[in-house]
């Protein structure tokens, strides 16, 4: 398994000569890096000094870059489907549906994009994979699309066997499965795909939410623009449990990073590059792999019946916190995040919460 690195920041920010010099410092310490690029245009082939294409191909000693095309991408996801649908189904639906003929819709950028890099960490090639893309909310929703989905599949999966038409069709479903399908299902034929589904999500959220598997560094100028904008990006990444390792700050002329605020991250400032000269920028990152010791974003405290969130860059009033069932729901840049508290806590009414020193203190 590898461990994925991003970048955070509004645009115009340098993010991706920042991914460049990340990946080559791994590289030079002897990692075997994917630059994974999601920026169909050349500026990144034209930073590195050659053309990247969408298959990873070698560029340097321990060093390959690949650039995410989703049309290309879309295309080998949909082979992959109908292999599968032509191995189960005895009259396959999509054969005539051919992958050249598809277009990208949006959205589909993002999951085309996880799926690859999902893709390639599972060929363990890779001690490192860095991901340049595109740096926002867009970003942040791809990392928790495992947790959302998750969610989805749990709950409707839920409603569906709870219902009266879950209920009256699920005496058919084998026999009807056994006769369409070409192989002969035992056991749940619900339960069997989805909990397949599931292994996949469960693994795909645990690694987000483990900063030695994926982590994110904000970049910044000192412009207030940027700087709120990261703000924001450093709280909205703990919401789909994304760990921020720290700040590092391009930059600008007249720049003064001490008033920054992004305490308790460390804030590092970077020079510029002249040319293709890298060794300066490389040199001066800090330990990328310090994400290890930033605040997690969810701690839970069965002692004192306490969840704690950790949202930086937000204010009490951005902070919505409702409950619906066994969960909690906590809603803040845009973001919803559903908490699935510990069997201890689950069923039991909130008894309060206060927002304090940047964590969300929910009493159970």
Same mark, same amino acid.
Request: no cysteine; charged share 15%.
């Given at each position: 398994?590898?461990?994925?690195?991003?970048?955070?920041?509004?645009?115009?920010?340098?993010?991706?000569?920042?991914?460049?010099?990340?990946?080559?410092?791994?590289?030079?310490?002897?990692?075997?890096?994917?630059?994974?690029?999601?920026?169909?245009?050349?500026?990144?082939?034209?930073?590195?000094?050659?053309?990247?294409?969408?298959?990873?191909?070698?560029?340097?000693?321990?060093?390959?870059?690949?650039?995410?095309?989703? %049309? @290309?991408? /879309?295309?080998?996801?949909? =082979?992959? !489907?109908?292999?599968?649908? &032509? *191995? #189960? $189904?005895?009259?396959?639906?999509?054969?005539?549906?051919?992958?050249?003929?598809?277009?990208?819709?949006?959205?589909?950028?993002?999951?085309?994009?996880?799926?690859?890099?999902?893709?390639?960490?599972?060929?363990?090639?890779?001690?490192?994979?860095?991901?340049?893309?595109?740096?926002?909310?867009?970003?942040?929703?791809?990392?928790?699309?495992?947790?959302?989905?998750?969610?989805?599949?749990?709950?409707?999966?839920?409603?569906?066997?709870?219902?009266?038409?879950?209920?009256?069709?699920?005496?058919?479903?084998?026999?009807?499965?056994?006769?369409?399908?070409?192989?002969?299902?035992?056991?749940?034929?619900?339960?069997?795909?989805?909990?397949?589904?599931?292994?996949?999500?469960?693994?795909?959220?645990?690694?987000?939410?483990?900063?030695?598997?994926? %982590? @994110?560094? /904000?970049?910044?100028?000192? =412009?207030? !623009?940027?700087?709120?904008? &990261? *703000? #924001? $990006?450093?709280?909205?990444?703990?919401?789909?449990?994304?760990?921020?390792?720290?700040?590092?700050?391009?930059?600008?002329?007249?720049?003064?990073?001490?008033?920054?605020?992004?305490?308790?991250?460390?804030?590092?400032?970077?020079?510029?590059?002249?040319?293709?000269?890298?060794?300066?920028?490389?040199?001066?990152?800090?330990?990328?792999?310090?994400?290890?010791?930033?605040?997690?974003?969810?701690?839970?405290?069965?002692?004192?019946?306490?969840?704690?969130?950790?949202?930086?860059?937000?204010?009490?009033?951005?902070?919505?916190?409702?409950?619906?069932?066994?969960?909690?729901?906590?809603?803040?840049?845009?973001?919803?995040?559903?908490?699935?508290?510990?069997?201890?806590?689950?069923?039991?009414?909130?008894?309060?919460?206060?927002?304090?020193?940047?964590?969300?203190?929910?009493?159970?």
């Amino acid at each position: 398994m590898a461990f994925l690195l991003t970048f955070l920041g509004k645009g115009g920010v340098g993010r991706s000569t920042i991914a460049i010099a990340a990946a080559k410092r791994f590289a030079q310490t002897g990692k075997r890096v994917l630059l994974a690029v999601h920026d169909p245009t050349p500026a990144v082939a034209y930073l590195l000094g050659q053309e990247i294409g969408p298959q990873p191909q070698p560029i340097e000693p321990q060093l390959s870059a690949v650039q995410l095309q989703s %049309a @290309a991408l /879309l295309s080998a996801s949909w =082979d992959q !489907v109908k292999t599968l649908e &032509a *191995q #189960y $189904l005895r009259t396959p639906f999509f054969k005539a549906v051919y992958s050249e003929e598809l277009g990208v819709l949006p959205g589909m950028d993002s999951a085309l994009a996880l799926n690859a890099i999902r893709e390639w960490d599972s060929e363990n090639a890779y001690d490192v994979i860095v991901y340049d893309g595109p740096g926002g909310l867009t970003t942040l929703r791809m990392w928790g699309m495992p947790e959302i989905l998750s969610w989805y599949t749990r709950r409707f999966r839920k409603v569906f066997q709870d219902s009266d038409l879950g209920r009256a069709l699920s005496p058919f479903i084998q026999p009807v499965a056994s006769t369409v399908l070409s192989v002969n299902w035992s056991g749940d034929v619900l339960n069997q795909p989805a909990d397949q589904m599931n292994d996949l999500l469960g693994s795909g959220r645990e690694a987000v939410n483990d900063p030695n598997r994926v %982590a @994110a560094f /904000l970049v910044t100028t000192a =412009d207030p !623009v940027s700087v709120v904008t &990261a *703000q #924001y $990006l450093w709280g909205s990444a703990q919401q789909v449990g994304l760990t921020v390792g720290g700040v590092l700050v391009t930059p600008m002329a007249g720049d003064s990073i001490e008033s920054l605020a992004f305490n308790p991250l460390a804030v590092t400032a970077l020079p510029q590059i002249a040319g293709r000269n890298w060794e300066p920028l490389v040199a001066a990152l800090p330990d990328l792999g310090q994400a290890r010791t930033a605040p997690r974003s969810v701690t839970i405290d069965l002692a004192s019946n306490t969840v704690r969130l950790f949202l930086p860059g937000f204010t009490k009033k951005q902070v919505k916190l409702t409950q619906n069932g066994p969960e909690v729901t906590i809603e803040a840049g845009d973001q919803r995040r559903n908490i699935l508290v510990p069997p201890r806590l689950a069923g039991k009414p909130v008894q309060g919460a206060k927002f304090q020193d940047q964590y969300l203190i929910i009493s159970f």
